[in-house]
């Protein structure tokens, strides 16, 4: 099993910005997918970004131009870049590896208006 631990969420002003970071036990983001989700209450959970080994990314709709997924490998960790917070960008955000399936607890983004 591959332990994933986000870090960097907090309290932001609207219009802020944040970098959460996602770091892997292990060398394995080279042959894993990389995806950031957010769960925000009384909403479904939904996907961001994702990143590939090679640092292929791709993006929901709503996070294009806002949001940037990289990583670097020879730290294991996956990081997510968030420009011009909204409060509707409150939830917590996890980071998730496939296929092997392993989540992070999660951190918590609060945007307030």
């Known amino acids: 099993q591959v332990q994933l631990m986000e870090s960097g969420g907090g309290l932001v002003q609207a219009g802020g910005s944040l970098r959460l970071s996602c770091a892997a036990s292990g060398s394995i983001l080279r042959v894993n997918i990389v995806r950031w989700y957010r769960k925000a209450p009384g909403k479904q959970r939904e996907v961001i970004a994702a990143?590939?080994?090679?640092?292929?990314?791709d993006y929901a709709d709503f996070a294009k131009g806002r949001f940037t997924i990289s990583i670097d490998n020879a730290k294991n960790t996956v990081y997510l870049q968030m420009s011009s917070l909204h409060p509707d960008d409150t939830a917590v955000y996890h980071c998730?590896?496939?296929?092997?399936?392993?989540w992070g607890q999660g951190t918590q983004v609060t945007v307030s208006s």
């Open positions: 998730h590896l496939s296929p092997t399936n392993d």
């Open positions: 990143i590939t080994g090679s640092g292929s990314p």
